[in-house]
């Protein structure tokens, strides 16, 4: 039977945001420490260089307010709090502590608005029940929502928060900007797969949704969902010391995760629809903050709703989490395509994470000067390359001119300066340098190994790295340790060390995902690994959405190909309810999979339906009990499934970031099992 072994195999990384564990607070046992002369320092020059008195942002924040909501807490069903913007009522208040960026404390105190606003009469927002802004226009019988949210719990209560304080309306359509998880799934919070089914509810979404969907976040669902604990710092507390923004929003809820598929798709530039009697113009934007993407224009109000394509931050190219590095070029061209179909006839533009900016001379320089950073941060990064500069080199020159820079939305609260470059260089030229040096690098572990015995040992190293945290220079400090710390990962004194550099960091930065980043490393690094807050499950409707071809895709990336390297079989699958055919075979350790290409002389023959498949992968069922049910024919050798998922791996959703993963030798690493 391959019912546990199957399900296991699939379930553990279907999406990166994906079902979360409840999230638990654990004591550490060692606290974070306070800012450091140095750090504080770094802060005064942040409040030099910047214009604090500037309260145009917090203006625009609270315009339109008609409900505000600051003791907003969320449970799911089973008591476990999914949504908590309370705990940041108890703290964020008042001047900058030294512990957090002033200009990350302004930013964090923009996002901690939560409440119902109007942007417009007929258009409205729900801001601060996810990291996600959920819109909603009147239409003529009922609401059409725009982007709800990731988790269902925070949608569903946003909804009846609209329908309570502006009427009762049944929801008559549900638009997705993006494919994003972030932007659809909260979906059954607002509507039912039965109300879509009935033909009650129309769900719209750019071209090719479904697929990059699925695409971004399966391959890899473990490996982002591990670095998303990272990068949204879940588990970590909130706090002054700890969490205090997400840089893009407060940061993300931890419920139930769902999807819906579009019944239509945006599929030309320039296409318009009539939606519960309100006219849309729609603007596709492939290949700019995400893969499917498109913004779109309400003629009847002047109002644009931009998506994420614009946002009160710089964004990322290449986002820490990890993903596909997205198009500059093409971003920066789509924004200045908005400008021309809709910058004369704005009145207002309102987008998926942050609050609206009215007036349209406003407009203008809002998307002028996102793109302006955009394609500056580009073209500079190629010029610097065709001068011969190297990745590192190019993201520590530039920066922006100081007409952009000067901008608060195009201060690095979620993607960077830094970063982006290094992704733009990365999108043309790939991760090498060019330097014949660092071609064929040893890895971390015998690469630290090396230099903690050239620099005289794990003590020299370790005053080396005090040397330079006594003198406030952390990057180096942090570059240092770590060869110490990969070397000797059990040296407690070189984590603690490591751990004080990186607090350091994440004090100063003014990214809210840096920031993340470097508490949720010391917080590993004093006290190991988070296990309360891993990712764990997958989404019912996400398996469901998945390709067959995809599926089989996951299974091949969780073979261990060293181990199956002398196996040899055929597997033939038929879905009856699609009539589909695919041969899945395994040979020199590689599992395929071929559509329409079975025969006689396979091992073993399957036919069932699709959704067999689905409640089997869901734990729901398991084949024995179906084939025992007559819902699974088998034809030929069942011990052949046995074999088969014998040779999966299964993945852990814990193992080590600031840490190597053991073992370190590279052909240990590669026929590794977990």
């Known amino acids: 039977m391959m019912s546990r072994s199957l399900r296991r195999t699939l379930l553990a990384s279907a999406v990166a945001f994906a079902s979360y564990m409840p999230c638990v607070y654990a004591a550490d046992a060692i606290a974070p420490k306070p800012a450091s002369d140095a750090t504080i320092a770094a802060h005064q020059a942040v409040l030099d260089s910047l214009d604090f008195s500037d309260r145009a942002d917090f203006d625009d924040a609270g315009r339109g307010l008609i409900k505000a909501t600051p003791d907003l807490k969320i449970q799911a069903d089973d008591g476990h709090v999914v ?68 988790m269902t719990e925070p949608a569903e209560a946003a909804m009846a928060l609209v329908n309570q304080e502006l009427g009762q309306r049944p929801v008559t359509a549900v638009i997705y900007t993006h494919s994003h998880p972030d932007h659809f799934g909260g979906v059954k919070g607002v509507i039912s797969q039965q109300q879509v089914d009935a033909g009650e509810v129309r769900v719209i979404a ?3 949704f479904t697929e990059h969907v699925a695409s971004e976040m399966v391959l890899l669902g473990n490996t982002m969902s591990r670095r ?32 819906i598929e579009p019944t239509e798709e945006i599929t030309a530039s320039g296409q318009t629809l009539t939606v519960d009697g309100v006219e849309i113009e729609f603007q596709l934007t492939p290949s700019t903050e995400a893969d499917a993407e498109m913004m779109f224009y309400f ?59 009215w007036g349209q001379d406003n407009v203008r320089n809002y998307i002028e000067k996102q793109r302006d950073a955009i394609k500056y941060l580009h073209d500079q990064t190629l010029r ?39 992704g733009i260089y990365q999108r043309y030229l790939g991760f090498w340098s060019g330097n014949p040096a660092t ?17 005289g040992g794990a003590d020299a190293v370790l005053a080396l790295g005090q040397s330079a945290v006594e003198q406030g220079d952390y990057r ?6 770590d060869h110490l710390v990969q070397a000797q990962p059990q040296l407690a004194e070189a984590r603690e060390l490591q751990a004080d550099v990186f607090e350091q960091l994440g004090y100063q930065t003014d990214s809210g995902p840096w920031r993340n980043i470097y508490l949720t490393g010391a917080r590993e690094l004093r006290n190991g690994i988070d296990t309360a807050n891993a990712v764990t499950t997958a989404s019912p409707d996400m398996i469901a959405a998945l390709p067959i071809e995809q599926v089989f895709d996951l299974l091949a990336v969780r073979l261990n190909g060293p181990r199956a390297a002398a196996t040899r079989l055929a597997i033939d699958w038929h879905f009856s309810d699609s009539d589909r055919h695919y041969r899945l075979s395994l040979a020199n350790g590689v599992l395929r999979h071929r559509r329409d290409a079975t025969g006689d002389d396979a091992d073993l023959s399957l036919t069932l339906s699709r959704d067999v498949l689905n409640r089997v992968l869901l734990q729901q069922t398991s084949l024995g009990d179906e084939i025992a049910a007559g819902r699974v024919t088998p ?17 852990s959703p814990t193992f080590p970031i600031a840490t190597s993963a053991i073992p370190a030798n590279a052909s240990e690493a590669a026929s590794a099992s977990h």
Do not use: C
């Open 299 to 357: 003629p009847q109000h002047r109002a644009l709703m931009a998506a994420e394509n614009l946002n009160a931050s710089m964004h990322n190219m290449l986002t820490p989490r990890g993903a596909k590095v997205r198009d500059a070029l093409a971003w920066a061209g789509a924004l200045d395509d908005t400008l021309s179909l809709f910058g004369n006839r704005s009145d207002v533009v309102f987008t998926s994470h942050y609050w609206p900016r």
């Open 384 to 422: 610097l390359a065709n001068l011969g500069y190297k990745r590192d080199e190019i993201a520590e020159a530039i920066q922006l001119p100081d007409s952009l820079a000067q901008e608060w939305f195009n201060r690095g609260y979620y993607g960077t300066v830094t970063h982006n470059v290094k």
């Open 476 to 481: 180096w400090a942090a570059m240092l340790l």
């Open 83 to 150: 949504w908590d913007v309370a705990v940041y009522q108890e703290f964020l208040n008042g001047e900058a502590p030294h512990s957090v960026n002033p200009s990350l404390w302004r930013q964090a105190q923009l996002n901690n608005t939560p409440g119902l606003y109007e942007v417009v009469d007929g258009i409205y927002q729900v801001r601060g029940f996810d990291l996600t802004t959920m819109s909603v226009i009147r239409g003529d019988t009922g609401w059409i929502v725009i982007d709800p949210m990731t």
């Open 439 to 455: 071609l064929n690098p040893l890895p971390p572990v015998p690469a630290g190994q090396r230099y903690v015995e050239a620099l």
């Open 635 to 651: 034809q030929g050798d069942l011990q052949t499934l046995q074999t088969l998922f014998a040779l999966m791996d299964t993945f």
């Open 228 to 259: 998303s604990q990272y990068m949204h710092a879940m588990g970590l507390p909130r706090g002054p010391r700890q969490q205090v923004d997400n840089g893009l929003g407060k940061g993300v809820a931890r419920g139930t995760f769902t999807l």
């Open 206 to 208: 750019p071209e090719h």
